[in-house]
């Protein structure tokens, strides 16, 4: 499903820094996180693309996540798989930071 232009999805003051924080989205209900960190913020499906975890509950080490399941491990500035088992990329979203509110855009590449 596509998701609409943007969407608001809370305060900058929700997402602290080293924080990896899911938000479900009603409209297209799909599962997205938005982590901060020294590189800025970074949108992208929550749900690993290896066998569906949760990366909102992996680690997070500065602009890489690992997959709390089996290990992947996610470049969240591309999207591209540094550690198997997953093969496929992480899909990324833009996200904009502005007077205080977080705002999700177009998924990235489409
Ligand atoms: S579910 Fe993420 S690596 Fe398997």
């Known amino acids: ?3 609409p232009t943007s969407i608001a ?3 900058s003051d ?12 009603e409209v297209s209900k799909e ?9 800025g913020l970074f949108a992208f ?3 690993c693309p290896h066998d569906g975890a949760p990366l909102s509950s992996g680690l997070l080490a500065r602009r890489a996540i690992m997959c709390p399941c089996d290990g992947s491990l996610f470049d969240l500035g591309t999207g591209v798989v540094l ?10 979203f833009i ?5 205080g509110t977080v705002t999700l855009g177009r998924q990235l590449g489409d």
């Open 45 to 47: 499906d929550d749900l």
């Open 14 to 25: 929700d997402i602290g820094f080293g924080a990896v924080i899911p938000f479900y989205l």
């Open 9 to 11: 999805l809370g305060g």
């Open 1 to 3: 499903m596509t998701l």
């Open 31 to 39: 599962r997205i996180a938005i982590a901060r960190t020294a590189d």
């Open 83 to 92: 550690d198997g088992p997953a093969e496929m990329p992480l899909r990324r």
């Open 95 to 99: 996200v904009h930071e502005e007077r």
